[in-house]
C-alpha cells in the first residue's frame, strides 16, 4: 500500500475531524483538532494503526504553539507497516494540556513522559507522568523550548539569538 | 629498588628473578602491594557513551590489553578501576560515585575521551557534568574518541604512576592516596534519586 492511499484511507475514517493533511514520500502526518484527538487514535488504532514508534513536539514560539506529534504504525498488518502516520495536534503554548493516548497505544507511555519533561505538556489521565531522563530541577526548565537559551560556541558569540 | 621502572610487560624471566628476591626477602612488603597492584589493574565496565566501542576494541585479541594485566570486570566490588568511557550525564554522575564508593581501594579512575575532559561535543548540554568534579581522576585519554592504543598507554601510564610513587602501598599504610586531595561532589549527585 502506497502513501497515497493510506492518505485516502486515513481521509476516510477520520472524516470530519481532519484540519490538514501532509504527504511525504512514507510519510502521512495528519493534524486534528485537540477536542477529537482521542477519537482520531481509537478509529486508527481500529484501522490497524497498532502502535506509536514515537512521540514528539515541536515549539513553535511565533505562532505561540506546540505540535505534539505520534507516530504510529502497524506491526500485524503488512500492508500498512509500509508507512508512518503522524497524528498531530495543537497545543497553546502558555497552557499545554491534552488528554493522554496511553490507553488507546501502550507503547505511549514512556515516549509522553519525554514530551512531558522536556516541553511542558502535561498529559491527563496518564498513570505515571514523572521526569523521565532528566532530573526533576533541569525538568522544570522545559530545556527543548526554543526560549530556553544555552550558551553557544565562541566563534558564533555575538550573533543575536532572538525570538519575536 | 633501583630498577623499578623496568618491568611493565610480563616477562616470565624477570618475574621470577623478583619472586626469588620476594622470597628471599629483598623487597619490603610496600614494594609487594605495588609491584601486584600495578599487575591486576581490573577495569570496571561502566559504559556511558560511544568510547565503549573503543574500551572493548583494546581488550579485542588485535590491542590485547590483557597483557598489561587488566581485565574489564562486571562487579565494582571486585574491581578497582573505573575507566570513564565518555560523557556523564547527571543521572550517571550519581551511578559513578555510587560505583567508585563501592569499589575497594587503592582505587583509580581513567577519564577517557573530551567528553569526560571537558565536555567535548555536549560541552554547553545542560545535562551533563564534568567527571573530575565527581571523582577524582589520574590519567586523562583525549581524543574522540581515543584509539586503543591509547587506552593501552594511559594503563601503562597509571601502572608507572602507582609504582614510582608508591600510591598503593601508601594508600594502605595512610588511608588516603598521598598524592593529591579526596575529591567531594560540591552538589549532591543523586538529589533525584528517592528509593
Known sequence: MKAEDVKTLVERILEGMIRGVEIRKGYVEVVVDLENVVEAA??????????????????YPKESKIRVTYHVSSYLNEELARVIVGLSVDLPRDNPVMESLTGIWRSAEFQEREVYEFFGVTFRGHPDLRPLLLIPELAEKRVLRKDFVVREESIYEGVPHRYE | MSNVDRVYVGNLNVAARRAREILLGKLKLGDVVDWATTFSLW??????SCCGAEFAATWSPRFDAEQYGALPWVGPRQTNLIIIEGTVTRK????LRITYEQMPYPKFVIAMGACALDGGLFYNSYNIVRPWEVVPVDVFIPGCPPPPEAVARAIVELRRKIREKKVASKWLIEGWRPDREPVKPKEDVCSWWRP
Open chain 1, 42 to 59: 481509537r478509529r486508527l488504532k481500529e484501522a490497524g494503526f497498532d502502535h506509536v514508534k514515537s512521540v514528539t513536539a515541536v515549539d
Open chain 2, 43 to 48: 577495569p570496571v565496565h561502566l559504559m556511558t
Open chain 2, 92 to 95: 550517571m554522575a550519581c551511578a
